[in-house]
T-cell receptor, first 111, second 113 residues
Framework: GENVEQHPSTLSVQEGDSAVIKCTYS??????FPWYKQELGKGPQLIID?????GEKKDQRIAVTLNKTAKHFSLHITETQPEDSAVYFC??????????FGIGTKLQVIP | SQTIHQWPATLVQPVGSPLSLECTVE??????LYWYRQAAGRGLQLLFY??????ISSEVPQNLSASRPQDRQFILSSKKLLLSDSGFYLC????????????FGPGTRLTVL
């Protein structure tokens, strides 16, 4: 089955700095790569996603890059704000039914 | 727009008692439905998924079961809870074959004592 590794497990940045979270996967046939943000006590919320035919996608302060050859993708958050503090999960999907999630990264933005 | 509901929000149950968690989706039809468990400080573990009424696939052998009695209703059950069943249970839906995105409910915090 699919194996997803996510790094780092925790990340602290100063407000205004950038944060980068990276995930690697094992199944070269995987074709959909979402990122979720989970605030304390709430369900994960989809914040950005990318499909295998695209190398980069950006939405305001967040961006995702995908390297299919190396089988890794990354979440980039620029100009971080305290409200960006949360746990971020990467995920990998092949087909339409099952998603494999990374272990999560706890991001702390220090004001 | 689509919304997903879960209840109860929190639950404290003794070991050996039964469990029933409910999830309903509004604003869509024939969704794929999922149950995940999230242990404290851990990632998301897929427990069950369903592509239609009465169709349940189990990902992890355990003392939990799932049922889908209606198109937009997904139920997670247990006859006898174990201490290890404690966790944060999340229901999610996706549009199925039309798209990949999964959308999560607010979750149920289960504590087994």
């Amino acid at each position: 089955g699919e194996n997803v590794e996510q790094h780092p497990s925790t990340l602290s940045v100063q407000e205004g700095d950038s944060a980068v979270i990276k995930c690697t996967y094992s199944d070269s046939a995987s074709n959909y790569f979402p990122w979720y943000k989970q605030e304390l006590g709430k369900g994960p919320q989809l914040i950005i996603d990318i499909r295998s035919n695209v190398g980069e996608k950006k939405d305001q302060r967040i961006a995702v890059t995908l390297n299919k050859t190396a089988k890794h993708f990354s979440l980039h958050i620029t100009e971080t704000q305290p409200e960006d503090s949360a746990v971020y999960f990467c995920a990998v999907l092949r087909g339409y039914q099952k998603v494999t999630f990374g272990i999560g990264t706890k991001l702390q933005v220090i004001p | 727009s689509q919304t997903i509901h879960q209840w109860p929000a929190t639950l404290v149950q003794p070991v050996g008692s039964p469990l029933s968690l409910e999830c309903t989706v509004e604003g869509t039809s024939n969704p794929n439905l999922y149950w995940y468990r999230q242990a404290a400080g851990r990632g998301l573990q897929l427990l069950f998924y369903s592509v239609g009424i009465g169709q349940i696939s189990s990902e992890v052998p355990q003392n939990l079961s799932a049922s889908r009695p209606q198109d937009r209703q997904f139920i997670l059950s247990s006859k006898k809870l174990l201490l290890s069943d404690s966790g944060f249970y999340l229901c999610a839906w996706s549009p199925g074959l039309a798209a990949n995105e999964q959308f999560f409910g607010p979750g149920t915090r289960l504590t087994v004592l």
